[in-house]
């Protein structure tokens, strides 16, 4: 069973160490520090959740997204036709992110995320897992100026900007790459449009694809999706138990990432308790289509519970490959 993450971990290191990325973006708004700077900064923090990722054992890491905001408008910014709104709130999180406004058509004018993922492999010693804003969810968090108000149609035009940038990653090397899609488990009446962007997104990319799906569960979705344009399909066990049940109801033909550790609790869990979970995927799924992961981004929680967490999927997940079948 592989390990992995789904994609941001935690910005600010524990005590005693200073917040010393909040605390440079603090002097930035005040005119006291330059984007050079800032930027020096982030790679020195992104090699510090490298490190804490490959001490506790995850085999598929990623930058950890040290540079985005928040999960959409990093990329969203970079593109042609799109403007940033004011903060709105990311489902039922305390975290907020600047909407995108569509103003016009959407292009993509160059690599957004290349140079991040080039850095991030040169340091670490493990496969990096790059990550990207699913399609579906950028158009679905958007305000639509341009396309009529049409989701499919602006759905559409994200997946082709989404594509040009995961084959940018794929041209520079990257192992795998994983989209995002967690607003299509609140919205599951578009599952056919999330499903077409789904697959113009992956089209000719050669790495290994990664759909993440979160904050719910598949249930009455997840048949839409058994053949779609990816190699694993990550669910969320934590907020979506039902997908205990939505495994078993399809033929999955993809590799199964079963997100099992809460990414919003600082509650720890216990080896027992995720191991009678990966008993219950297993009588659907076999164990060697099966990663592991949070269910989710690891940001909500403080840096040292989130490793803790990870340490204690890892190891779980060693200890089981160890128990004879």
């Not at 999955?252 to 308790?273: F, P, S």
Request: with cysteine.
């Amino acid at each position: 069973m592989i390990t992995t993450v789904v994609g941001n971990y935690p910005k600010v290191p524990n005590r005693p160490r200073p917040a010393r990325l909040r605390n440079a973006l603090n002097r930035l708004d005040r005119g006291a520090m330059t984007i050079d700077e800032i930027r020096q900064i982030q790679d020195e923090v992104t090699k510090e959740v490298i490190d804490e990722q490959i001490e506790a054992g995850v085999q598929l890491i990623t930058d950890g997204q040290i540079r985005w905001d928040d999960e959409m408008t990093y990329f969203a910014r970079g593109l042609n036709g799109v403007s940033l709104n004011g903060l709105f709130r990311y489902f039922d999180t305390n975290t907020y992110f600047r909407q995108p406004v569509i103003e016009g058509a959407i292009g993509w004018q160059g690599p957004v995320t290349v140079r991040d993922w080039e850095f991030a492999s040169a340091y670490s010693s493990r496969p990096v897992k790059a990550v990207l804003p699913g399609p579906y969810t950028l158009a679905r968090a958007s305000i639509d100026r341009h396309y009529g108000e049409s989701m499919e149609d602006l759905a559409d035009a994200f997946a082709r900007a989404v594509n040009e940038e995961a084959k940018a990653l794929t041209a520079a090397g990257a192992p795998a790459i994983q989209v995002n899609e967690p607003f299509l488990t609140a919205h599951k009446e578009d599952v056919t449009i999330a499903r077409r962007a789904i697959d113009v997104a992956f089209d000719g990319v050669s790495a290994e694809k990664h759909l993440a799906l979160y904050f719910g569960d598949v249930e009455g979705i997840l048949g839409a999706l058994v053949d779609c344009n990816a190699d694993v399909i990550g669910l969320d066990f934590v907020m979506g138990p039902a997908n205990f049940d939505a495994i078993r109801s399809v033929s999955l033909g993809q590799k199964l990432c079963a997100g099992l550790i809460d990414a919003r609790n600082t509650r720890m869990e216990t080896r027992e308790g995720l191991g009678t979970s990966v008993k219950r995927i297993t009588e659907a799924i076999s164990a060697d289509r099966l990663l592991l992961s949070p269910n989710m981004g690891l940001e909500f929680l403080p840096r040292e519970r989130a490793q803790e967490k990870l340490k204690l999927m890892t190891t779980t997940a060693a200890a089981l490959e160890e128990v004879p079948a």
